[in-house]
């Protein structure tokens, strides 16, 4: 079997649902034989192993450990899935405070032991925050450290595909912004259905505007319908788009998705904060550009980032982000874009 690359890809949280069909695809889309695995929950963890050893890859080098600093050590890659979950009637914010706290140790694991990091994707909720927290405490650059923002757009992909009854990826060009929440802002000017502009056939008989608004918010609360439906929260997605994040930056293949991009451009209104944003992945990372909509669209970016913004001012009112005027001296790369 031959796989992209054989540098280190560190997977945290392996012991769950979602971290260990991660490593499990991972090695089945041949990304790389050299795979660490880490959870503090160690029976869990070697349970998780055993069950990737049981499937033979062949060259396959997988490692399992409870010690942060062995899973991080000579790694170019690096998910974590490591918080705690969702729960039903819980949003994504209820996980903040502990999320964060293990998002900030993250980051200075990351410090020490992996500075070298090539990408890494924060995956645990709310991630926007746990993303920006990692990334501050983690000394390294913006473009190396993103968090998974596609799951909105695939679920506004996937409701548009229902409703028109057509082939999923007859529905091209979806995009949502900003937070990754109930206040992502939704875009519909993107959007196309079989090549037809999707604007065009709002408030027609083919998608009424109260039908689209239903879309919508079948959109937001996307994530809270996977745990009413399955009783736990998403793990197929988050770990299949996740590695696509990671092969995009292995191979230079690129990514057809937003990334969660840390976004500091005041001249556009938009400073400090990480949140998704029309993007493009490389071998170098991450880079991300301003998105193009209409008045209504832009406005429902603004309030998503005032939104996701208040969240990072709670973060650093609880003492797991320094103060703003701290960021640089923290993480003297964070403001090379």
Known sequence: ?????????????????IGSNMVQSALSLGLTPNVSMFDPFDKGNEGAAEEIYHCAFPGARVTWTSSAAEALEGASYLIS?????????MTREDLLKGNAEIAAQLGRDIKQHAPGLKFGVVIFNPADITGLVALVNSG?????ISTLAALDSTRLQTALAQHFNVAQDEVTD???????????AVFASTARVQGRPLSELIGTDELSTDAWEE????????????????????????SHQSLM???????????????????????????NILMAMESKLTREGLAWEMPHGTDDELAALRASYEHVTKLRDETIEMGLLPPLSDWANVNPNLYGR
Not at 140 to 144: E, Q
């Open 81 to 89: 899935s490591g918080g705690a979950p969702r729960k039903e009637g």
């Open 215 to 238: 879309i919508k918010g079948r959109v937001r609360q996307g994530g809270k319908r996977i745990i009413q439906l399955r009783g736990r929260s998403s793990f197929q997605s988050p």
């Open 1 to 17: 079997m031959s796989y992209i690359t054989d540098d280190k890809l560190a997977i945290f949280g392996s012991a769950g649902a």
């Open 245 to 271: 994040m990671i092969k995009a930056v292995m191979d230079g293949k690129g990514y057809d998705w937003p990334c969660g991009a840390f976004v500091h451009s005041p001249g556009d209104g938009f400073e």
């Open 174 to 184: 979806c995009r949502t912004y900003g937070g990754h929440g109930e206040m992502m």
């Open 140 to 144: 390294l650059a913006p473009s190396k």
